[in-house]
């Protein structure tokens, strides 16, 4: 089969996965379900691994493959069409791959669900591939923006799956309205591009771009910008994120993991032509990243329900991707968004056989003393927990290495890539204190006298694989790419994606490692005994003990929800209902009953309607033509 | 060929008229059929890239006045003719047996269908007043007879009053186009196209046309008569109401307005009002269904909002604009067609048209629930399904126009989701503060023992019906179809009957 085919295919599969899922969500039996749900994307995974070995052997010549004209306008011209390069072909695998893992898993885990429900599940989970894919392979910023917007549908249609919880309703709305403003900000960016280019393919975009920054680019860089901090969950429109924990957990491990949230990293890839000239917007990238990294971080710490805490910490971790591709590391921050698709993965279904087992309980509180009776999810979660932390040899410490290595050797006199590094560095210090407290609670110690179920049993198979391979992979993936460590060591990441990126421009040297290589070390530090000792032990008083008022300001996530209902949500409400009282309804509305009052108070049109109105209205239209001709004839002559 | 497409509908409704009643249904739906067919058969052998009219049909009158009975199609008004057959297909099957007097509604909705449809096929400006008349008059008699709520006859009074005034401004417009377009003393549309009246005289024709057609379509500030008329029509009646009265001011904007008057300018060039007004009908519709309890008046007002993005996209005056707006005019007509259908489904199974009082029926109708989230997807622009398409051009339009205007109309796009899904998910999900139990749980817990046999039954109860769903399914399939493959549509408008201001490539 030839390429192009193959990679429709990858498209196409998924998609008439959740079709057929969805049409026949009443009918279909569950065992053809637990097929065509994972089967398509594992389908679709081995064609992007066809694609794989293509963009191996041909060293990295992109492909642009033309199906049909969507659209075609005067001088917009969006064909369909898709783009096989390096960076699409990495994000697919880790689409597929981590997203395969995560639609097997569930499996076990939706099986209490009724038939209809288990069916819409894996509609919406395949919808959510195939949104998912469209989005990295889109080769033209129409089809872009479809596919982003297709990603924001399924995320509402799975937080909100359980929509017997009106918290969960009420959660789906709010991600799907912040998305949309990011779509506007994609689409206002598209316009931005298009008038100044003429075109909306990134071929096109990027062979007419100019070689200088110039406003009309910032324009477009920032309002894509909006975009992707609005999908991923950055400051200021992340709200969204942790109440979309009203999904069920496997929902959460594949819009944190291996789809969505990165999606905002992967624009800012894919449109790094742009994002080099502008050098402003580009800036903002890298603050916004490291702000959201350190802000979510610290939110972590005091939250007690396991998968807000796993929340959290994806907004921080996918900050740290958008330092890393906002200082030009771009290679950085896709190793990092890889690592991390594996081990925030293995978080949330770890965390989902936990939660299985305890009756869906997700209060940390409330477990305790998990290490000796679920041994296998515990020491997969460990895993999972340590690579979070960056700890050695586990892959997150490979990836965040990098990316704080290269921010900090980066050479720019301002000091920006280094501030970057410094909140970065503060950053990794609380992700091992929280990702530390998350471990001892849940799982260290006595069990809570609260636990819902005193012997939990052991997670299923279907379940426990994926859990494993995860586990694996975390263990294992980072020595694909070592110079974190040993410089010059391989970096097979970063040679992948040269193609697509360029070299990374500036020299990292050993000693600029060295510094970095102590966020290890402090992060180690911080994640076992210090956590230990607060939480479990109780050594020192704990802290939000001393500081109350700190500890309301963080368990309220700084006010900004509150703050947003304040700003926008209830002038808009309030707005509506003024405008409906004060001027629609007794205005605008009440014209024709004016008009209508006047009629019969002058011609006694009522009395006339009941003769027949139709006599009348013939009256008065041929009464007025010829009025309107008299004056015509008259203002003529 | 032509003449066929809106005489087989009145040669439908005469047949309705003497036929026994139990042929009522069965008559209407194949005069409709024909009619959809006819118009298919149209659309497959168009030409596109053709300037002037295509199927032409062209009988003199009155020639002293250079009045002709005058029939063409163009890529423009084929998707107009197409969506007029289709939805009055639609409203013929959604009349069903319960509606009171069927065989004269039946009549009256075949008799609306060839009054618009000559409004779209009129290539003579009289000819194209008479239908605009024509029209008016069915649609009088199916709001005032067939009206719901407490006082319809009131509704269709303001409706007929509104729209009388816009008609007689329109009359006195013909007539003044007739005297002043370059003493060419003829109503062939595009003769007078090609000689525009002095830009003074345009001015003061563009207002009273403009009025007319800015109270039909409706725009912003002219919406007045709009709640309260598509609060008291039925849902049959709604769907070509909604769907396609609002279209014949929408399609005479582009067609008449910025066809015959290029240069309206007096004193100032007024270019921007327009589109102004649309921007202004794209927030306001969008605030006011936020504010509305009502189901039908919150979908009311969305189509206030999305009417906007056709006024903004006629008169930006650039390709993308105005191809926007036609292919939003198809969009908007399929979209509000059905969301007045569900809306009316859901009411009928509620007892109730109160937002407040409708929570959780999705277990109950999974089937509609899950077509409802189509169309209110599809509703609020969704990229992926047909609105966008629309949306997305008429806003690039704006944009290379005057880009402020783009971006404060994106307020539509945000504030669309939002009463479009407190709409849907209102209905349908659970009510504020409510943790209920999962429809079905407890009887897979028991495994399939009584209770799951229970369960099993309830959710059939109050779910589409079969007729319902054949009723619906085109239209969502429309949807689908231009959101993946809107080049179908556009492709064709490279076909002209005469050329705009500014030309289409």
């Known amino acids: 089969m030839p390429l192009q085919a193959i990679t429709l295919v990858i498209l196409a599969l998924p998609a008439a996965g959740s079709a057929a899922l969805g049409l ?11 097929v065509v749900g994972p089967g398509t994307v594992w389908v679709a995974f081995l064609c992007s691994l066809v694609l794989f070995m293509d963009q191996f052997a041909n060293g990295g010549k992109p492909h642009d493959f033309t199906y049909w004209t969507w659209l075609s306008s005067g001088a917009l011209q969006v064909p369909v069409d898709l783009f096989v390069d390096r960076l699409s072909v990495f994000m697919c695998l880790v689409v597929t791959g981590v997203g395969g893992l995560i639609v097997t898993y569930s499996n076990g885990y939706m099986e209490h669900e009724t038939d209809g429900s288990y069916a819409r599940f894996f509609c919406y989970m395949d919808l959510f591939i195939t949104s998912m894919l469209l989005l990295v392979l889109a080769g033209n910023l129409v089809l872009l923006i479809v596919g982003w917007a297709g990603v924001g549908l399924s995320s509402y249609l799975l937080i909100g799956f359980f929509y017997w919880r009106w918290s969960a309703v009420v959660a789906a709305r709010k991600a799907f309205v912040m998305n949309v403003i990011g779509d506007v900000g994609m689409i206002l960016g598209t316009f931005v591009l298009f008038a100044a280019y003429h075109s909306v393919t990134y071929r ?30 950055q400051l200021p429109l992340h709200t969204w994120l942790p109440d979309a924990m009203e999904g069920p957990t496997p929902v959460s491990a594949l819009i944190h993991a291996a789809t969505m949230v990165t999606a905002g990293v ?24 490291a702000v959201t990294a350190l802000f979510a971080a610290s939110i972590a710490i005091v939250q007690t329900d396991i998968k807000r805490v796993l929340a959290y910490s994806t907004m921080s971790q996918i900050g740290y991707m958008f330092l890393a591709v906002g200082v030009g590391a771009y290679a950085a921050g896709f190793f990092h968004l890889m690592a991390h698709a594996f081990f925030k993965a293995l978080l949330f279904l770890g965390a989902g056989n936990v939660i299985h087992a305890m009756n869906d309980e997700q209060d940390m509180r409330r477990y305790g003393g998990l290490w000796g009776q679920m041994r296998g999810t515990s020491i997969c979660f460990l895993v999972g927990s340590l690579s979070l932390a960056g700890i050695i040899p586990f892959v997150g410490f490979w990836s965040k290495e990098v990316v704080l290595g290269d921010a900090f050797s980066k050479p720019d006199p301002s000091g920006f890539p280094q501030a970057m590094w410094a909140i970065g560095f503060a950053t990794a210090v609380l992700t091992g204190f929280y990702t530390g407290r998350m471990w001892w609670m849940a799982f260290a110690g006595r069990p809570s006298p609260e636990r819902p179920v005193s012997r939990p049993h052991e997670a299923q198979a279907v379940m426990m694989v994926p859990v494993v391979v995860l586990a694996v992979l975390s263990t294992v993936g980072g020595f694909l790419q070592i110079n974190a460590g040993f410089h010059p060591g391989w970096k097979l990441i970063e040679d992948w994606l040269t193609p697509t990126f360029g070299p990374l421009p500036w020299q990292a040297r050993d000693l600029e490692y060295f510094p970095t290589a102590a966020t290890l070390l402090l992060a180690g530090l911080a994640f076992w005994p210090i956590a230990d000792a607060f939480y479990r032990r109780r050594v020192w008083s704990v802290w939000s003990e001393r500081l109350p008022f700190l500890q309301r300001l963080l368990e309220r996530k700084y006010y900004l929800d509150e703050l947003y209902d304040l700003l926008f949500v209830r002038p808009m409400d309030a707005a509506a209902e003024s405008g409906d009282h004060l001027l629609e309804a007794p205005v605008i509305d009440a014209a024709p009953t004016g008009v209508a009052m006047t009629a019969r108070g002058s011609a006694g049109i009522l009395s006339l309607a009941e003769n027949g109105l139709f006599r009348t209205y013939v009256l008065v239209m041929l009464g007025a033509a010829l009025v309107g001709l008299v004056i015509l004839l008259v203002v003529r002559g | 060929m032509l003449t066929a497409i809106w005489l087989v509908p009145v040669a439908g409704a005469l047949a309705v008229w003497l036929l026994p009643r139990r042929l009522t249904l069965s008559t209407g739906l194949g005069a409709s059929l024909v009619a959809l067919a006819l118009s298919l058969a149209v659309a497959v052998q168009l030409v596109p890239g053709h300037h002037g009219y295509q199927f032409e049909e062209n009988v003199p009158w009155v020639p002293q006045l250079g009045i002709s009975y005058h029939l063409g199609v163009d890529g423009i008004s084929l998707w107009l003719v197409l969506l007029n057959a289709l939805l009055t297909v639609v409203a013929v099957l959604v009349a069903g047996r319960r509606v009171a007097r069927r065989r004269a509604f039946v009549a009256l909705i075949l008799l609306m269908e060839a ?63 007739y005297l002043y377009a370059g003493g060419a003393h003829t109503f062939d549309m595009a003769t007078l196209a090609a000689h525009p009246p002095a830009p003074p005289i345009q001015f003061g024709l563009f207002i009273l046309f403009g009025l007319a057609f800015a109270i039909k379509l409706p725009l912003f500030p002219f919406h007045g008569w709009l709640p309260d008329a598509y609060a008291a029509a039925p849902a049959p009646v709604l769907v070509v109401f909604a769907g396609v009265m609002g279209k014949t001011g929408a399609y005479a904007m582009l067609r008449i307005l910025t066809g015959l008057f290029p240069h309206p300018v007096l004193w100032w060039n007024w270019d921007t009002v327009v589109p102004v007004l649309g921007m202004v009908a794209i927030g306001w519709g969008a605030l006011m269904a936020l504010a509305q309890r009502d189901l039908k008046l919150v979908v009311a007002y969305s189509s206030v909002s999305h009417m906007g993005f056709i006024a903004l996209g006629i008169f930006v005056l650039n390709q993308q604009g105005q191809q926007g707006a036609v292919l939003q005019m198809v969009n908007h007509g399929v979209i509000i067609a059905a969301l007045f259908l569900l809306v009316a489904w859901v009411a009928a199974r509620a007892g109730t048209r109160d937002r407040s009082a409708l929570r959780y029926l999705a277990p109950q109708m999974p089937v509609l629930a899950g077509v409802f989230l189509i169309v209110t997807l599809a509703a609020l622009g969704l990229p992926g399904l047909n609105s966008f398409v629309g949306e997305f051009m008429t806003l690039l339009g704006a944009w290379q126009f005057a880009p402020w205007l783009a971006v404060v109309s994106c307020l539509g796009l945000v504030l669309a989701p939002v009463y479009m899904l407190r709409l849907f998910q209102g209905a349908m999900y659970a009510g504020r503060g409510e943790q209920l139990a999962a429809p079905g749980a407890h009887a897979v817990a028991a495994g399939h023992g009584p209770g799951a046999q229970a369960a099993g039954t309830v959710p059939a109860r109050g779910d589409l019906s079969a007729g319902e769903l054949l009723a619906i399914t085109p239209l969502v399939l429309v949807m689908f179809l231009i959101g993946l493959y809107p080049n179908l549509l556009v492709q064709a408008m490279s076909s002209l009957a005469f050329a705009l201001p500014v030309p289409w490539k």
């Open chain 1, 24 to 34: 026949g969500a009443l009918k279909v039996p569950r065992r053809l379900v637990q």
């Open chain 1, 204 to 233: 096109g975009i990027f062979a007419a771009l100019p070689r200088t920054d110039s406003p009309l680019l910032e324009l477009a860089a920032f309002l894509f910008l909006v975009g992707a901090v609005a999908k991923s969950a």
């Open chain 1, 266 to 289: 992967y624009l800012v890839g894919r449109l790094h032509p742009v994002y080099d000239l502008a050098w402003a917007a580009h800036g903002a990238v890298a603050l916004i990243g």
């Open chain 2, 115 to 177: 009054g618009m449809a000559g409004v779209f096929l009129a290539a003579d400006l009289l000819l194209f007043y008479v239908f605009w008349e024509a029209q008016l008059i069915p649609a009088y008699f199916l709001l005032w007879l067939w009206g719901e709520g407490d006082r319809p006859g009131r509704a269709a009074l303001q409706f007929v009053l509104y729209t009388l005034v816009g008609s007689l401004l329109a009359l006195v417009g013909v007539i003044g186009e």
